[in-house]
């Protein structure tokens, strides 16, 4: 059975749904949990949107963990940044603040103001890079390529296309 054990909580349909965060909602699905406060999971199963103000909008196994983080679909996906958003695809996580992961495969976007996608495509976190913040403002897009493709520093552009790369032409 589903479960409201928050202040102003709400749980729709499905089963076996939680909302335990003050002014949390489960709108359906099964297996779901909205432990934040003010957070929400719209559907799919077995997703958790653990942060303040966060949400999962569908999918299976996702997680948004951090304060205003985003999933909106997939599975096995996490944002892990405060403000953090991944738009679907498997296996992403946008760990860095305000950065995203828009689908693919395998990406990490793990510095501050980031974007990684396509597959395997990783933006270094601060661990990795041992810089604060990781690496900051760099964009990563890596081909189907099934290998890492992985930033060196702060700021960058990083382009992977095994195919070619075109600027204003598709040649």
Do not use: C, K, Y
């Not at 949990?33 to 299976?60: D, L, P, R, Y």
């Not at 405060?82 to 495969?105: C, E, H, K, Y």
Request: charged share 10%; aromatic share 6%.
């Amino acid at each position: 059975p589903n479960q409201v054990t928050a202040d102003f909580g709400t749980v729709g349909g499905g089963f076996s749904n939680l909302a335990s965060g003050a002014v949390s909602h489960v709108a359906g699905g099964n297996g779901n949990v909205a432990s934040g406060i003010q957070s929400t999971v719209a559907g799919g199963f077995n997703n958790a949107a653990s942060g303040t103000e966060s949400m999962v909008a569908g999918g299976g196994s996702n997680v948004a963990g951090a304060l205003g983080s985003t999933v909106a679909g997939g599975a096995f996906n996490t944002a892990s940044g405060d403000r953090s958003t991944v738009s679907g695809g498997i296996n992403n996580v946008a760990s860095g603040f305000l950065s995203m992961v828009p689908g693919g495969q395998f990406n990490l976007a793990g510095g501050d103001v980031s974007l990684a996608a396509g597959r395997r495509a990783s933006v270094r976190d601060a661990v990795q890079s041992g810089v604060p913040g990781g690496d900051r403002g760099t964009f990563v897009w890596a081909d189907s390529t099934d290998a890492p493709f992985v930033s060196t520093g702060l700021n960058q552009f990083l382009v992977r296309a095994g195919g070619g790369f075109g600027i204003n032409t598709n040649a």
